[in-house]
């Protein structure tokens, strides 16, 4: 106990806590060959329409497959990744990988790809230029892309966040505000932000079927989306009770673990029966 040890025992020279700096230290060279050793990988969770119930689109997340650590999970590595800088490079791997796939579900599976940007590439400049060239060289219409940005970074750099989504979105690409809930956006903020899409963070659709008391930050979220006439998408609904609560309080879309967990390429193309899933590789190799 640091208290009772008195200042020759601090926890500083605690070995648990030395091992926790190294990994920090390691980690972060690690992640710089990541990228080149083909550790990375995204993974597709579908966004599901509530009313249709039909796929509309797929959010890319990252994974890391360390090769002795083995998975590492991106709310570990991203805030490593963008302290480093490190985020830049990856994050324009993941928008051409993410692209690319989108380019082979033009004719089934989901119409769009939902992709993570971090605060960092949103305020490097250049950004808007990389995301230009990344459709180009995929020959993607930027109708199948939306961006996900977290709330944190609109309220802290609005002036320059607001300027930079609206260059995005006159490339044609829509804009989604993830996490939406946690980061204290006003009302005025959503008016003066070119937003087309709002995620409602887990922790509002954790309790959209409690009571009345519990439910009500989420039908509030999704009364003013209504208004201002921005689409809903929920996160994280892992529980039935939850998706008919949201489908009563006219939310748009659904994602969680309850209609389908992130999927793997294979598995995904597999599902949609694009060219490239594990049956077909399987049937073409007899
Ligand atoms: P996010 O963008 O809010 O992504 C949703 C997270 O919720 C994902 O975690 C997803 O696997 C998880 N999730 C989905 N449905 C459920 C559910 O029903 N229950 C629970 N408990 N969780 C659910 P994941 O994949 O671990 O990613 C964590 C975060 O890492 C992401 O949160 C995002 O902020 C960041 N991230 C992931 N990929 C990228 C990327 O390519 N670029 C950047 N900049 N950030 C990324
Ligand atoms: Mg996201
Ligand atoms: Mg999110
Ligand atoms: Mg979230």
């Given at each position: 106990e640091?208290?009772?040890a008195g200042k020759g025992q601090i926890k500083i020279f605690d070995p648990a806590m030395r091992l926790g700096a190294t990994?920090?230290?390691?980690?972060?060279?690690?992640?710089?060959?990541?990228?080149?050793?083909?550790?990375?990988?995204?993974?597709?969770?579908?966004?599901?329409?509530?009313?249709?119930?039909?796929?509309t689109g797929a959010e890319a997340l990252l994974r890391w497959r360390h090769p002795t650590r083995g998975e590492v999970s991106p709310a570990e590595f991203i805030p490593i990744a963008e302290k480093s800088g490190l985020i830049r490079s990856i994050g324009?791997?993941?928008l051409n990988e993410a692209m690319s796939?989108?380019?082979?579900?033009?004719?089934?599976?989901?119409?769009?790809?939902?992709?993570?940007?971090?605060?960092?590439?949103?305020?490097?400049?250049?950004?808007?230029?990389?995301?230009?060239?990344a459709l180009v060289r995929n020959q993607l219409d930027p109708?199948?892309?939306?961006?996900?940005?977290?709330?944190?970074?609109?309220?802290?750099?609005?002036?320059?966040a607001s300027n930079v989504l609206a260059e995005l979105r006159a490339l044609g690409l829509r804009i989604a505000i993830d996490d939406f809930g946690t980061g204290y956006c006003s009302l005025s903020y959503l008016q003066r932000f070119p937003v087309d899409i709002l995620k409602i963070d887990r922790q509002f659709v954790d309790e959209v079927d409690g009571d009345a008391k519990q439910s009500s930050l989420a039908k509030m979220i999704l009364q003013m989306s209504s208004t201002l006439e921005i689409a809903t998408v929920a996160e994280g609904i892992e529980r039935p009770s939850q998706l008919a609560a949201l489908r009563q309080f006219g939310c748009d879309i659904g994602q969680g673990y309850l209609l389908s967990?992130?999927?793997?390429?294979?598995?995904?193309?597999?599902?949609?029966?694009?060219?490239g899933g594990q049956a077909v590789y399987a049937a073409a190799n007899g």
């Open positions: 640091a208290k009772r990994t920090q230290l390691e980690f972060r060279s690690e992640l710089g060959s990541a990228l080149d050793n083909g550790e990375l990988r995204l993974v597709y969770q579908p966004l599901v329409s509530l009313r249709t119930g039909e796929v324009e791997w993941v796939e989108a380019k082979r579900w033009q004719t089934r599976g989901p119409r769009y790809v939902s992709i993570n940007v971090s605060a960092v590439q949103l305020r490097t400049e250049g950004f808007v230029g990389v995301v230009r060239d109708a199948h892309v939306l961006l996900e940005v977290t709330e944190t970074v609109l309220v802290s750099e609005i002036e320059s967990r992130p999927l793997e390429v294979s598995v995904l193309r597999e599902r949609f029966g694009i060219a």
